[in-house]
């Protein structure tokens, strides 16, 4: 099966171009047609500029200095700005982190929905109008005909990010692009947007990208998993084989913070990652992650971040592979959720 | 995870419950403030508008046998030096300055707001170039520019009206920028360019909404400081032209006669202060007001 984007050697950079921050360093991601690909990391990871690259949106000053983004056998970064308008209204949707600032505070949610319906698919007014309250109905939200009416400083945050979900999907888009969609929301709220954004998927076989830094988010909805780490993609995979078969001791030292449902009410600390991340400026030769490896070695300075496959699907960032010896991980890791 | 799907059924116990009476619509959704203000400008502007059919005398009728007569039940506001009736007089002048007034504060605006929006929105050299513009206009003395107007096209209300929108857009310039600058950055303005709207939908459709309600308070200022501007213009003998009536010009007759008949020169003041405080009760119950809508 063809992927549906791919992204390549992705460099997001910031600052003059002869002394550049890099803050997205060789990025590397697939997503198949129908697929929920989860992309995580820390803050600052890079994770969000990815996500924002595939839709060229990249926050000034930032630019996409190297890389190669192609959706559906398409160029992104090479699109017209005429194709790229096109892009963003049919292709491809995004939702992001604040839903309480992502809807315009002067509009009516009806109005909001039927005005990207009116410019993007070319409805009439009335049409537009009857087929907005049909969006909200389709995104879980009860009592649609009044609550198109309300504002959005009348309506719940989880309220929100469902008219903000109805709003991206509203051209029935290929991909949806979902920054941290979650994050804002009490974790009742989040089970209910992300059954919805599971649902979705099932429904139109829409690919999902989601960005998130919860573990238990990526894995309760993700066929696939991306884990960053400074600026680069250094672990892929299905999501059982990265939660059973972590390779990249980052991945695995990041598994290991999450609290467990084993250890509840045992007064067990969860080993924590000694060090902090790099910071943009840093040039770190060789693997980047080895200033806080626990199995770091001297011939570290001197790898490739180049992703190496593992198994099938599974590739790893981590020429060393210090988790691949025979001790091998505990299977139970697959409870592992927040 | 079978949990979560139990979940994912819309929660309809959960949604809040939207507050209605938020939702009022026109006058009732404004604070008292707004209210007394704009009942304030509403009776002024009517007053104005109906000076013909509520006024008692002409605005130009002399009446020697009634010089300088204090205000009584027949003369609400009394005589001038020529018997001309001051209330009369003064809702002519309401009549004129108002149509004058508005016209100068509303006219300038929405040029403002559009190219304030659009340097904002774009910056870099664009902004650069209107923002200079802007400073400059607004450096400039603002009477003297008028007056020099004036001196072009002669004595009268098309100095005003020439003049006044020559320079009044350039505020509104300046703050639908500084607004513009602030609206740009939200989420839902990265949202228009993520659902690959053009441009100018998104600052038209999307922006300009947003910038409208500061600049529609400072119109609410900006309108008494053009009224004030118009009565000094006609206080100097640079307005309507006798007789014509303008409040500025009927407060420069009754000043002869300040210390014998105060009513002529003082009641039309009143008028003028009384507007000043209409349109500033609005204006302020607008900005603190239920109006607001945003993301607060």
Redesign the interface.
Known sequence: MNPLLTIEGLRVEFGPADAPLVAVDGAALSIGPGEIVGLIGESGSGKSLTCRSV?R?VPRPGRVAAGHIEFDGRDVLAMTPQQ???????EA??I?Q?P????????RVRDQLS??LR??LGMGKAQARTHAVALLDGV????PE?RA????????G??RQRV?IA??TASQPRLLLADEPTTALDV??Q??I???L??LREERGMSVLLVSHDFGVIA?VCDRVAVMYGGHVVETGPIGALYDNAQHPYTHALLDSVPRLESAGRATRRPGIAGVPPELNEVLPGCVFKPRCRYAQPSCESVSMALQPVAPGHETACPVRPLAAADGRPAARAGAQT | MSAIEALGQPPAPAAPVVERHRRASGLRGLSLQAKIGAGILAVLVLAGALAPLIAPYGQNALDFDHILSAPSLSHLMGTDSTGRDVFSRTLYALRVDLAIVVFVTYVPLPIGVLVGAVAGYFGGWLDAIVSRITDTMIAFPFMVLVIAVIAIVGPGVKGVLIGVPIVAWALYARLARSEMLVVREQPFMLATTALGYSKRRAILRHAVPNLMRSCLIYSTLDMVVNLLLLASLAYLGLGAQPPNAELGSIIADGQTTLLSAWWVATLPGLVLVVFGVGAGLLGDGLSDGRLRGGAQ
């Not at chain 1, 309480?100 to 509009?107: R, Y």
């Not at chain 1, 879980?140 to 009592?143: A, E, M, R």
């Open positions: 839709m949106l790229l308008r096109d892009f963003r209204a049919h949707g995004m992001y604040d309480f600032s992502s809807l315009n505070p002067v509009f005005e990207t410019a993007n879980g939200i009860p009592d009044r009416l309300s504002y959005p400083h009348e309506l719940s989880g309220m903000m709003l991206a009742t709220t089970a209910q992300l059954s919805l599971t649902r309760q």
